[in-house]
């Protein structure tokens, strides 16, 4: 695990633990409206490498997560093409914080409080080691991109514009 700071326990966390996924902990200064952009530059990463966790919701208010790439947004029209949704947009904060049991800036999408369907951005599946979120502000753990499919059972969708 990490060598620096130790981080206390979060859901996410004990769930990876529980799994026996093998992680590494990524603690940063959090900066309000920095998003995955400032945790990539702060940790030295690739924003492309850095994954942003985003609660949406489709036509009937059913959320969804998607995990989208630190440097790219959502097309919603195309995630809702592929998913057989009408439209799909993002959650208010308050909405987004009642599903995940977390604070927007520190969601995570492992051991979110309701269980929902779990999008991925295709190409995020295609690298070595992503970071995301560890289920606190200031907090991203490293892992095999593939962790996601196999714990939360995401699937891979086309949606990335460029920011």
């Not at 940063?28 to 949406?56: C, N, R």
């Not at 489709?58 to 195309?78: C, E, F, I, Y």
């Not at 991925?120 to 991109?145: A, F, S």
Request: proline share 6%; hydrophobic share 35%; aromatic share 6%.
């Amino acid at each position: 695990m990490a060598k620096k700071e130790r981080v206390s326990e979060t859901p996410a966390t004990q769930l990876l633990k529980s799994a026996k996924v093998d992680f590494s902990e990524h603690p940063y200064d959090y900066l309000e409206h920095g998003g995955a952009q400032h945790s990539a530059q702060v940790l030295g990463w690739d924003p492309f490498h850095v994954v942003k966790t985003l609660i949406m919701q489709d036509q009937d208010a059913k959320p969804l997560v998607v995990l989208m790439h630190g440097n790219r947004k959502v097309s919603t029209k195309n995630l809702a093409r592929q998913i057989g949704a009408k439209s799909v947009e993002p959650c208010t904060p308050d909405t987004a914080n009642r599903h995940s049991g977390y604070l927007v800036g520190g969601t995570s999408p492992f051991a979110t409080r309701k269980a929902m369907p779990v999008y991925v951005e295709e190409t995020i599946l295609g690298l070595p080691k992503i970071l995301i979120n560890g289920g606190r502000r200031g907090y991203l753990v490293g892992l095999d991109p593939q962790v996601c499919v196999r714990l939360l059972g995401a699937k891979a969708v086309q949606c990335a514009l460029e920011e």
